[in-house]
């Protein structure tokens, strides 16, 4: 067995450890993407994380949050996800 010694180890755990990993954000209820707090949230782990983020917006946010059932929400934020290149 080969011995690895604990810098080289902390190395490479560092490297890997802040890989860019593109990700999406879905806002709460009575909410949508382009509230501040959201909006600021999205940049605050884009910048902290180095990856591309994204806030995804099922049809009109805070109404649709509330009346649109989550079983469709789901499947419109399954759709979305499907099209975008940058995640596949």
Not at 61 to 72: A, F, H, R, V, Y
Not at 73 to 86: A, F, G, L, P, S
Request: aromatic share 12%.
């Amino acid at each position: 067995m080969v011995e690895i010694c604990s810098k080289c180890y902390l190395s490479f755990a560092y490297r890997f450890s802040f890989c860019e990993v593109p990700f999406v954000m879905l806002h709460g209820i009575s909410a949508e993407c382009s509230d501040e707090t959201n909006s600021d949230f999205t940049r605050f782990l884009t910048d902290h994380s180095g990856s591309q983020g994204f806030c995804l917006e099922i049809g009109n946010g805070i109404i649709d949050s509330w009346l649109k059932p989550l079983t469709e929400q789901v499947e419109i934020v399954c759709e979305k996800v499907k099209q975008m290149d940058v995640l596949r």
